[in-house]
């Protein structure tokens, strides 16, 4: 057997054996099982809400905050981040404040945004833009920093002006670390965009959250984490799926 | 054809420069560390800053930008696009330029067929050799028939076979293309095999420039590092061995140009072609037992009678100065400046 496929087998065997010990703990009730409800349990209540139709739209809503808000951050980042490496003053002006701007977590700013935003539809979504523009303007910016000058130099001597040479050699030399930055950012938007709809929205994956916990509904509450999870992971996957594609195209691994 | 002239050159490295390279002809410029030769191409380019003139035949074009110089450069990194193929790595210079697309096509397919890139036209750079580089990164440059190729230590990272291979390939095309060349190096041999005339740069000023021969000749005296002899001819004879006396020992040397007894010759030979042996070798020519004087490092000198050698200890000897050790000057690389 391959060592893939051991591996494979391997983690299955693990991930039930959990499953299995979970489920016997709360069968022989030694902890109650609305505090800590078994597999079998959550498996139900997600059935349920997937089949009234709550979690759809409730998943819907904080989706579709998610992907604008991570769309424009995007957009925004790579313009700024242009932007900036274009100009070598700008670039060393601006290249600190962006380093540490983008070591702050944009939860952290969520009380701050609901003073300043208020509490509005507009609010997850700007949370959201925030946390996904930054690390990419970083990422074009120290790219471009560290692109070898000669490469510069060569471009202008086969003819390329200053925007040709943007577009046509700087944005691509930072395509595989603006990926690498995408794929750590998309989890963090999610987790953004859940935290603004707990702290102030009344719908999205996060109002539900607390909704559950104010009624004590803690299998409601673990199909929302679970779904939480699966969502960050899955957007990673599809960004280091591109990420690898990319590098194994150029040749770089 | 373009003639490359450069007056009163001044910037933080170049003193003073004035050059005239003629059209079609392949200069190289020869070196050490730090003299400003990687600069005088810049200049050339227009990448860097500088007083004076630098003009394209007869035609002042200080004000050009670099991308309106029309120049071929082949850095010494090679500096190949990593996210194009090498078609599209060579279209690059043209697509700029706005072509239309069948001409494009019509000249990347010249040069790729000049270079035989042709199978290679769909990889991407970091997949390709270093030879096949190398290639692509001169195709790029000549697809935009530039008025002068401009190239900086290009061939400093390819093993020894290749590098002559491509040596001889890059001679070939540039008699066959008549392109004005400027070509950086620091290797001696590759300097003699590929150079027309040749600019010795020191600190930089020009210190020589001229044939092969005659400039390593003048230049001679800021070249310490080189080993140069200077030696009187004893007996020479037709079939093109000679043997000459040289601060107390006698080398055979090999000679085209015939030579008389009693003649003055300069001798050169490269710190690196010195070869030491804890044995005494098979062949006898050219080897003497030295006394090593300082060790510094893997450069070494050694005292032979009066002649003072700088050697590279390449093989890991343990050594140590007052060691006795066998020197060899091998023939080939033995070489008559004058």
């Known amino acids: 057997m391959s060592r893939r496929g051991f591996n494979a087998i391997l983690i299955m065997f693990t991930f039930t054996s959990i499953l299995i010990i979970w489920e016997l703990i709360a069968i022989t009730g030694v902890v109650p099982t609305y505090l800590f409800p078994p597999p079998s349990k959550i498996a139900l209540t997600f059935l349920h809400m997937l089949i009234s139709g709550i979690l759809m739209k409730e998943y819907l809503r904080t989706f579709i905050r998610v992907l604008t808000g991570f769309f424009i951050g995007s957009l925004v980042g790579l313009l700024v981040g242009l932007g900036i490496s274009c100009t070598r003053l700008l670039k060393s002006i601006t290249y600190p404040l962006i380093a540490i701007a983008a070591t702050i977590p944009t939860v952290a700013l969520v009380p701050l945004l609901i003073i300043w935003v208020g509490v509005n539809e507009i609010l997850p979504i700007v949370a959201v833009i925030i946390c996904s523009s930054i690390p990419i303007i970083y990422s074009i910016v120290s790219s471009s920093k560290f692109i070898d000058p000669e490469v510069i130099n060569v471009a202008k001597s086969l003819g390329a002006n200053s925007r040709y040479i943007v577009f046509n050699i700087l944005l691509p030399y930072s395509i595989p670390s603006i990926l690498s930055a995408l794929k750590i950012e998309i989890a963090m938007a999610w987790k953004t965009c ?45 960004f280091e799926f591109l990420e690898t594609y990319i590098a194994k195209k150029w040749g770089l691994r | 054809m373009t003639k490359v002239e450069l007056r009163n050159v001044n910037n933080h490295i170049l003193r003073n420069v004035n050059l005239v390279i003629n059209d079609g002809e392949f200069m190289v410029i020869l070196g050490p560390n730090g003299a400003g030769k990687t600069t005088l191409l810049k200049v ?9 003139h630098v003009l394209f035949d007869d035609e002042f074009i200080d004000d050009l930008p670099p991308h309106k110089r029309c120049i071929g450069y082949v850095p010494q990194s090679l500096a190949l696009f990593i996210h194009m193929t090498v078609e599209e790595n060579v279209a690059f210079g043209l697509k700029t330029q706005k072509l239309p697309r069948d001409v494009v096509k019509r000249r990347v397919e010249n040069v790729l067929e000049l270079l035989d ?85 020191n600190n930089g000023r020009i210190v020589a420039t001229g044939k092969f021969n005659e400039i390593m000749y003048r230049a001679s005296h800021v070249l310490k590092e080189l080993n140069i002899l200077r030696c009187l001819v004893k007996n020479a004879d037709s079939s093109g061995i000679a043997h000459v006396k040289c601060h107390g020992i006698e080398l055979s040397i090999l000679h085209e140009n015939p030579l008389d007894v009693g003649d003055e010759v300069t001798l050169m030979i490269p710190p690196n072609k010195v070869v030491i042996l804890h044995t005494k070798s098979l062949t006898k020519i050219n080897t003497y037992i030295g006394i090593i004087n300082d060790v510094h490092n893997s450069r070494i000198t050694i005292s032979i009678g009066d002649l003072r050698i700088i050697a590279y200890n390449n093989q890991g000897f343990n050594l140590k100065p007052g060691d006795e050790i066998y020197v060899q000057f091998p023939l080939k690389h033995l070489k008559v400046l004058s």
């Open chain 1, 194 to 238: 859940f935290v603004s709809e707990m702290l102030a929205m009344s719908s999205g994956l996060g109002y539900f959250m607390i909704i559950a916990q104010s009624t004590l509904r803690v299998d409601v509450m673990l199909v929302v984490v679970g779904i939480l999870a699966i969502s960050c992971y899955v957007s990673q996957l599809i």
């Open chain 2, 117 to 201: 890139l042709k199978h290679l036209r769909n990889r991407y750079p970091k997949t390709l050799s270093a030879g096949e580089q190398q290639k692509v990164a001169l195709a790029r440059a000549l697809v935009i028939n530039p008025k002068v190729l401009l190239m900086d230590e290009p061939f400093s990272y390819l093993q020894s076979d290749v590098r002559s291979q491509l040596r001889l390939e890059l001679k070939r095309l540039q008699r066959a293309l008549k392109i004005t060349t400027i070509f950086v190096t620091h290797d001696l041999d590759e300097a003699e095999e590929l150079a027309d005339r040749a600019t010795f740069l």
């Open chain 2, 44 to 52: 050339i380019a227009g990448f860097q800053k500088y007083d004076g």
